[in-house]
């Protein structure tokens, strides 16, 4: 059929505020090499993680508006934060399939853990506060016990690129060691920049088994697009990656995970702020 056809040739939009999105968008690349991404970053706006949710609703919407212009044929929301507060907002502005990280994350604990098994889960301070994830595992049934924990120190540090460091760890020990305490046995990276520290977070604690909500994103979203007739079938997919401002720790994680296979980086500008 033309149209499902040209809907296929069409990108993915996801999105982010900042450079934590990208371990999404490389997992999608991964696992959908033949779709063309267009990824945005709002690495002038960011952290959202400590802003109010009508703060995070409107930043949101100006980056949805500015895929939707792109002509997308589905929206990734590579953010917990923006996840936590927007996804029903963006969801009404569009017809097209728009997807969070939560729930595949959620559902991938729900069935791999016990019942009454306990997981900790750390994430923004707004994130934490919007108890979008205790919601989800009652959506997917899962009888899990969360221990959570806001960081709001880690998304700084990794934007100015603390990855390895001794900050990093000390940072990491004093945020997850009263949840170790507690008998966590699963960890769910509740914000896509951690997956950026994870091997920080499997030295300091090798028993944790991590859930990291770009694998388990990349996976639902691959599902949904074969579900959909929207696959993608040209060879080699495109990569355009857009930022609200050119940082020094987007270009260098860009070189990181894509190395020249980015058609485009470039800043532009969604609103007058
Ligand atoms: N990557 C975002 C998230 O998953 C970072 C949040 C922030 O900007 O504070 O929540």
Redesign the pocket.
Known sequence: MPTEKTEAHKSIGVF???L??LTVLKEIHRVLPQENLVYFGDTAR?????KSSATIIRYSKEIAEFLIQRDVKAIVV??????SYALDALKQMTSIPVLG?IDPAVGALAQRAKKQSAAGLI??K??IHSGAYDAALKRHHGEQFLVSRACPLL?PVIEEGFIDSPITEEILRIYLQPMVDEGIEYLLL????YPLIARVIVRLYPHLKLIDSAEETAATLKNLLTQMQLLNTAPQGRIELYVSDMTESMRELKELFFQNSVDRFEVVKITND
């Open positions: 982010d505020s900042g934590g999105g960011v952290p959202y993680g400590n590579a953010c917990n934060t923006a996840s990280v994430a923004t707004s994130t998304v509740g914000c896509t920049h």
